[in-house]
Every structure is written in structure tokens, then in C-alpha cells.
């Protein structure tokens, strides 16, 4: 038995029936990291000994008749933005280099609590500012189903850990499509829970307003024992939401999922989608379709505008957000002879030339004399986006949208042209914007293919509408 290929929820099981071990699974998974990561770069940092040393008490536990849950003996790979006690939290800048986090971000609470394990932290485009995993300080990730392209971004290194099976799940951080769109791209299934759902208490921020932790798995299945696994109310996060029942995650009634609609917003079946792109998704329709589906057209019109709002918002939010990280109190320090010599030294030398670029913007739009005609404005707009979605979920269920408008471009293609990179995230954008659950799968019979991904949208809090539909789509 190949152990690096199983689900969450088939190593679940075999953990129970002691088919196998935590520690003979962990070093599985620790030897396929050392054998294919020197090629894909998923991982800034495998931690072998913390690993195993977490497997040998989940053997613990399970041989002395603990109760064994779904996550207990499991071995996941964890952005470099999310922080871990006692490790290493880059968020892929330089500026962070030498630090270590002081506390556990709740998402990683809640996973001590079931007994996962955390293989190590992976590469991401520096502090989650990219679509490509080329914008990382340290190393750039490749696609495992060709290593000449690029894997999305910017939660490139977890997608790519699982989908080679150097874990068994991830964790991402999803801000415009950061989860969804290295999802796609690696063909594997990607969550974007919604806004409020999961604690962003030990995220390292981005943008306050649209960051939101996510899942990367095998299945859909697994994306819902993931996502259970880390959901619920934090006191230390002030935009969590007070608990959701989510029970219904566990308790899949096929009847209710197929008696849902479908729309189909004709905003982003438009000129930019790649023909290869759009084969893809209208296969994925017709499965759905022939699965007893219905769906409806429906209008999204302030769509064309998110990609701009988004651009205003988020740069905005993140010079803010990242104003702290002067090189005193984190991270390496420059000799200097003044604190504005300081200054400069620390944050011109930390940060990479995309980090730059957007704080410069955010910048811009939130000075005097431009922050209502930018950044006031593009939040009228984003209201305007987000009523868009309220309209249309009373006459639809769940959205169908595409993930990406083209296939995994090859890496160095974008670099160059920053307008052509932030295109990739014209579909995923708006989910941010209007705070709602997504979630991206994998088009199922591409074996040998690059991969290509749909989404999902969902109403506020029902993830279990988008993951039902996900479930039945994988049994097609």
C-alpha cells in the first residue's frame, strides 16, 4: 500500500484499524518531501523530528483507546503565513527571515486538539501577494504536472505539497483566490470558507477585510473533515462569527443536495476565457447537468468592476497591515546611523519588488486628497458587488463560475507584466469582495493533462451547499 496516495479519510480509517501506523505514515510522506521537493520547492521548511515525534503520541493515543478523531495521526502541510509556535514564519519576505512565532494561530490550536501533525511550513508569494509562487524571497514552486510551469498563487507550496502527495491536506490563506487558484492549477480541491467562519488569529495579514483561511485536499470528502477541523468561533478574532451548526457537513442527504439550483452568471463566461478553459467547465456543467442539476442563467453586472475595486482595497489594507514590520521589532536589522536611514535600510532591503509595488498603491489611494475619490469609492462599489450576490441567491442555490481564465501558464511568462498577472484572479476576486464560501474542483477524466478547475459559491455559512454539490460531482 502506498501510503503518500491515501485521503484523510481512507488513513482515517486505517489508523483506526491498525492497517498502519501514524509514524510509518509520516515517514512516508517525510520520504516522498525528500525525494520530489529538491524539483517543486513546496516546502520552506520540513520540520522531520517535531513530525514524527507528533505521529509517535498519535500511536499513543490510538493504541491506548483514545477516542481517535478525523484529523488524530493526520499529516498536513502548512503556509508560511500561518503561524506555528516554535517555528519558523516567513510569509515568503525576507523581512521575516529570522522569525519565530511566539503563539499558535487558532486554525493550528484546533488542529493540537484533534492530534494532526505538521509535516512543515511551504512557500508562498511573499506575504500572499501574488498568482504564482514566483514572488517568495526564497525559491520559486513548480507545478508537479509540469515543473516548467507555475503551480497559482499565492498558496502555491500547500497545493502543490498535496497534490504530490507530500501530505495528506494543507492550509492556505485565500485573500483574491489564493487557495482557488493554485487549487486549479494543481488539480486538487481548494476551500475558501466564509468570511468570519474560521479565526484569523495568527494569520499573518494581508488585507484585514478579504483574508480568510482555507483548505487544500484530495477530496471533497476531506475537505470537509479540514474544514470542521478548523471552523468555529474565536473571542480573539473580532470578525469571527459566533458559532455556526455545521453539522449538517457530516451528514450527506443526496436528495436535498440535487434538489439545489444552479446559476450560471454570464458576466464570467466572456472574451479572456481560454477555449481549453472554457472546454473544461462546460464538461463539468454537462456532469452536473446529467446528474440531475438545474441551473438558470443569472447576471452578475458589477463583476467587471471587482478586479479594479479589489486592486484599490487590498493594496490599501496591506500598506497598513505591513506598516509594522520595520526590521526592529521582527526579522533582520541594518546598521544605521539615523531611524529614518533605519527605516529605509530594513524595508528596502526586506521587501521584494511586489510588495513594494502595492504598499507604493495602497499607499497612494488612502493619502489625502485621494481617499474618497479612490479607495471610499471602491468600497460604494464593493458594496454594489456584494448586492449583485444577495440578488441572485433568490433565485439560485449555489454559483458556478470558472477558477482561472487560462491553464497554467509557464514560469517567468508574467513576471514581467504585473496588469497581465492580476488578470489571473478576475474570477475569484468578487468571492472575496462579497465574503462568501468557494470552492474549487478539480475537472475530473484531464489525467495526463494540465489541470483545470471550477468553483462553487455559496450563500454566507453553507459550505455544506457547495461541498454536497462537490460530493456528487466526484461520484459522477
Do not use: W
Not at 500598506?319 to 536611514?341: H, K, M, P, V
Amino acid at each position: 500500500m502506498d501510503l503518500t496516495k491515501l485521503t484523510i479519510q481512507k488513513a482515517n480509517e486505517g489508523l483506526k484499524s491498525r492497517e498502519f501506523s501514524a509514524t510509518e505514515l509520516t515517514r512516508a510522506l517525510l520520504g516522498e518531501i525528500e525525494g520530489r521537493d529538491k524539483e517543486l520547492g513546496a516546502y520552506l521548511e520540513v520540520n522531520r523530528d517535531e513530525a514524527l515525534a507528533e505521529a509517535r503520541k498519535a500511536d499513543e493515543l490510538i493504541s491506548g483507546g483514545d477516542p481517535v478523531h478525523y484529523l488524530t495521526g493526520i499529516p498536513l502541510a502548512i503556509k508560511d503565513n500561518i503561524l506555528i509556535k516554535g517555528r519558523q514564519a516567513t510569509a515568503g519576505s525576507k523581512i521575516l527571515e529570522k522569525y519565530t512565532a511566539a503563539y499558535d494561530a487558532t486554525v493550528i490550536k484546533n488542529l493540537k486538539k484533534e492530534e494532526a501533525i505538521f509535516l512543515g511550513k511551504t512557500n508562498l508569494d511573499e506575504f500572499a501577494m501574488g498568482s504564482s509562487t514566483e514572488n517568495s524571497a526564497y525559491q520559486t514552486t513548480r507545478n508537479p504536472h509540469n515543473p516548467e510551469r507555475v503551480p497559482g498563487g499565492s498558496s502555491g507550496g500547500s497545493a502543490v505539497a498535496v497534490a504530490a502527495n507530500m501530505a495528506l491536506g494543507g492550509l492556505g490563506s485565500d485573500t483574491g483566490g489564493s487557495i482557488r487558484q493554485p487549487a486549479a492549477f494543481c488539480g486538487v480541491v481548494g476551500l475558501k470558507p466564509t468570511y468570519g467562519a474560521v479565526s484569523r488569529y495568527g494569520l499573518i495579514a494581508l488585507a484585514s477585510s478579504l483574508d480568510q483561511i482555507g483548505t487544500f485536499t484530495k477530496t471533497v470528502s476531506d475537505a470537509v473533515i479540514l474544514f470542521r477541523g478548523i471552523s468555529g468561533h474565536d473571542e480573539m478574532d473580532s470578525t469571527s462569527t459566533p458559532d455556526i451548526d455545521y453539522s449538517e457537513l457530516l451528514v450527506f442527504d443526496e436528495n436535498r443536495i440535487k434538489n439545489l439550483t444552479i446559476g450560471i452568471p454570464k458576466e464570467y463566461f466572456v472574451k479572456g476565457l481560454s477555449d481549453e478553459a472554457a472546454r473544461g467547465v462546460e464538461e463539468a456543467i454537462e456532469t452536473l447537468k446529467k446528474s440531475g442539476f438545474k441551473f438558470k442563467e443569472i447576471s452578475l453586472p458589477h463583476t467587471k468592476y471587482a478586479l479594479s475595486v479589489y486592486y484599490i482595497i487590498m493594496p490599501a489594507e496591506a500598506s497598513t497591515n505591513l506598516a509594522r514590520y520595520d526590521g526592529i521589532r521582527y526579522g533582520s536589522r541594518s546598521e544605521a546611523e539615523s531611524l529614518l536611514e533605519l527605516y529605509l535600510k530594513n524595508r528596502g532591503r526586506g521587501f521584494g519588488p511586489e510588495t513594494k509595488r502595492r504598499i507604493i498603491l495602497g499607499t497612494f489611494v488612502l493619502s489625502a486628497g485621494y481617499y474618497d475619490a479612490y479607495y471610499t469609492k471602491a468600497q460604494k462599489v464593493r458594496t454594489l458587488i456584494k448586492q449583485d450576490f444577495d440578488k441572485a441567491f433568490h433565485e439560485v442555490d449555489v454559483i458556478f463560475a470558472p477558477v482561472t481564465p487560462t491553464l497554467p501558464f509557464k514560469i517567468g511568462e508574467k513576471t514581467e507584466d504585473p496588469l497581465e498577472m492580476y488578470l489571473s484572479d478576475i474570477f475569484t476576486i468578487p468571492v472575496n469582495l462579497a465574503g462568501l464560501p468557494a470552492v474549487s474542483l478539480p475537472v475530473r477524466g484531464r489525467e495526463g493533462k494540465l489541470p483545470i478547475g471550477f468553483q462553487l459559491i455559496g450563500r454566507p455559512f453553507r459550505e455544506a451547499d457547495i461541498l454536497g454539490i462537490g460530493q456528487v460531482y466526484e461520484s459522477a
